[in-house]
Each structure stands twice: as C-alpha cells, then as structure tokens.
C-alpha cells in the first residue's frame, strides 16, 4: 500500500529554518511528480511547492519564492522542503503529496493532480 510520511516540522521562531521530509513506501513513484501543501487554522489547503520526476522543474507559490527550496532524492524515495527565513505567517501543517508526472508542472500546483496524500506535519512559527 503506498504510503507518505511526513516529518521534520516543529516549533520555532521567526526567522528560523526547518528541514520537511517526506518518505515515500509501497509502491514505486517512479514518473511521480512531488509536491508539498499546507493549511493554516481557519483556511483552505494552499500549494506550496512542486519538483519534477528529474527534479529539472520546480515551482512556487509566490509567497515562498525565495525563502523554500524543494528538492527529491529518488534513490531514497524521498522529497525534502528546505524552510528559511520563517514566518508567523508560514504556520500550518504542511502535507507532502504525489501524483502522475507527463504533464506540465503548472497542472501540480492543484490538489486535484495528485494522487497520494501524507498525513502531514505542523510547523509553528511563533513571532
């Protein structure tokens, strides 16, 4: 059964940095493109960011530009989301996700385009 498991998230201050994992089992994600999400209190699931099978495409939601950095390591079968200069705003559980690749990575930065969802992990910026 395939399987995505989050970590990495916790507690800190603004300003800080954080390393997300997601750990991909149960099946091969061989073609996948990966993507990560969040949902903050009170709001709907927003994208966050997108990385390519090759990892040659990436894509961001504005917000994050500059500040998040996606990346994947196929041999492990796992998907990273590297979190700098953090913000009380960054607050939410962040949600790793996978769905088909072949087609543009624009069509990822909808939730409708994955196919595999993790549990998710809470990230708490305090200020």
């Known amino acids: 059964q395939a399987q995505l498991v989050e970590s990495g998230g916790g507690l800190v201050q603004a300003g800080d940095s954080l390393r997300l994992s997601c750990a991909a089992s149960g099946r091969t994600f061989s073609g996948y493109t990966m993507g990560w999400f969040r949902q903050a209190p009170g709001k709907e699931r927003e994208f966050v960011a997108a990385i390519s099978w090759s990892g040659g495409s990436t894509y961001y939601t504005d917000s994050v530009k500059g500040r998040f950095t996606i990346s994947r390591d196929n041999a492990k079968n796992t998907e990273y989301l590297q979190l700098t200069s953090l913000t009380p705003e960054d607050t939410a559980v962040y949600y790793c996700?996978?769905?088909?690749?072949?087609?543009?990575?624009?069509?990822?930065?909808?939730?409708?385009?994955?196919?595999?969802w993790g549990q998710g992990t809470q990230v708490t910026v305090s200020s």
């Open positions: 996700a996978a769905g088909k690749g072949g087609r543009s990575i624009v069509v990822f930065t909808t939730s409708r385009a994955y196919d595999y």
